[in-house]
């Protein structure tokens, strides 16, 4: 008898242990997993600083921008600022451009003379050195509008000319001169900096001026503008989202597809390519017959969705010289092609306001699901060459 109680109580003792052990080993888990969720390192590439996360962390975390995934660390780091929009410009000389292989979004149309320029919307990657950085235009002030109250919005002086091209006067207008608008003339350095050496040849001198996103963060912050205004209201709490999907099983893609864009018919040189790889399920871009490429990693510019707006363009005769000020009727709607997966669809686009989303809509009368991953608009006038092989 003695001899089956002392076995039962070791029993005992070692399921004990045994549960101890399994609840220790849990924890500590946990415990590691919080433990990740630390401050990001600085990392130096090209001369240029940006925040770098430990890409061996599980990414369990969306973007709410464009759905791409991130690991928690990451996520804790962008909730702590809103979107941020700058203005990028692209003429030949500004080639090849810092940070827009960072950009959760893009949006780009012609600014002038057949030369496009891009709003690169920055919110879950950091990109350290971005530009050139240019001026404002008063369409991109209606996209950058969508992304919550009060976006951060960075560029060099703009267009104000008195009439309906005025963006700096419609900056006035909405609330947002020194308080989320950004610019370099209010601003200076050192958030902004001339750089003439960059591309390693001399280059005009609008061609010279440069951020970092975390620079331009740091100036919202300072004037109250983080997660939150000075209200204490949350950047994100009218703002939509797009729906998001995962990329589809390789045998599922389609096989080859190469996008040519044509702005202006006698612009060439401003021609973009996307050619499609299945193996990365995304669009390379080619721009003027050349692999685009981020001057920040060297690395060629892709997107995960690319999605040609056609919209009126029309100009906006406010006796600026040469009439070049452009206007287009981003209000309404029109009709849309996306591209993702290798596959093509014909859609629309609607917005129903300044500040509204612009919603994506597919053939069937529902919203587009985007592909996890850059979003990339282009913006042409209606009649603009877009060919697909």
Same mark, same amino acid.
């Given at each position: ?67 791409? /995934? ?123 900096? /001339?750089?003439?050496? /960059? ?45 998001? =999907?995962?990329?589809? =099983? ?106 509204? /989303? ?32």
């Amino acid at each position: 008898m003695k001899n089956h109680k002392l076995i039962t109580i070791l029993g005992l003792i070692g399921v004990y242990l045994l549960v101890t052990g399994i609840s220790y080993t849990v924890f500590s888990k946990n415990t590691t997993t919080e433990e990740k969720i630390t401050s990001p390192k600085v990392s130096k590439t090209n001369n240029y600083e940006a925040l770098e996360f430990d890409d061996d962390s599980p990414k369990t975390e969306e973007c709410p921008l464009n759905g791409a /995934r991130y690991s928690k660390s990451q996520r804790k780091w962008w909730e702590g600022h809103r979107p941020l929009g700058i203005m990028i410009e692209n003429h030949e000389e500004a080639r090849p451009q810092s940070g827009l292989s960072f950009a959760d979004v893009i949006y780009e149309a012609v600014a002038e003379g057949g030369i496009t320029r891009f709003l690169a919307i920055y919110y879950c990657q950091d990109a350290g050195i971005v530009g050139p950085v240019r001026s404002a235009r008063t369409y991109f002030l209606d996209w950058i509008s969508e992304y919550g109250d009060y976006p951060l919005y960075a560029h060099v002086g703009g267009a104000n000319t008195p009439g309906p091209a005025d963006a700096l006067g419609q900056i006035i207008d909405y609330g947002w001169s020194s308080y989320n608008d950004l610019n370099q003339f209010s601003i200076g350095f050192p958030t902004f900096r /001339r750089d003439e050496s /960059r591309l390693g040849h001399p280059v005009a001198t609008e061609h010279t001026m440069y951020s970092t996103t975390s620079k331009l963060w740091k100036v919202a912050a300072q004037r109250g503008l983080t997660e939150k205004d000075r209200k204490g209201n949350i950047w994100n709490e009218n703002f939509v989202q797009y729906s998001f =999907k995962d990329d589809p =099983k390789e045998s599922s893609r389609g096989d080859s597809q190469i996008i040519s864009v044509s702005f202006w018919p006698n612009q060439p040189q401003y021609d973009v390519l996307w050619r499609y790889d299945k193996s990365t399920n995304s669009y390379k871009r080619e721009n003027g017959g050349k692999p685009h490429i981020d001057n920040n990693n060297d690395l060629q510019l892709n997107a995960k969705n690319v999605v040609i707006l056609f919209m009126q363009q029309t100009n906006a005769n406010d006796g600026y010289p040469g009439n070049l000020h452009l206007l287009y009727k981003n209000k309404g709607r029109g009709k849309a092609l996306i591209f993702q997966d290798g596959k093509q669809i014909t859609g629309t686009w609607r917005k129903d306001n300044r500040v509204s /989303r612009t919603e994506i809509i597919g053939p069937q009368g529902s919203e587009i699901e985007f592909t996890r991953g850059t979003i990339w608009f282009q913006i042409v006038p209606i009649g603009a060459k877009i060919n697909v092989d």
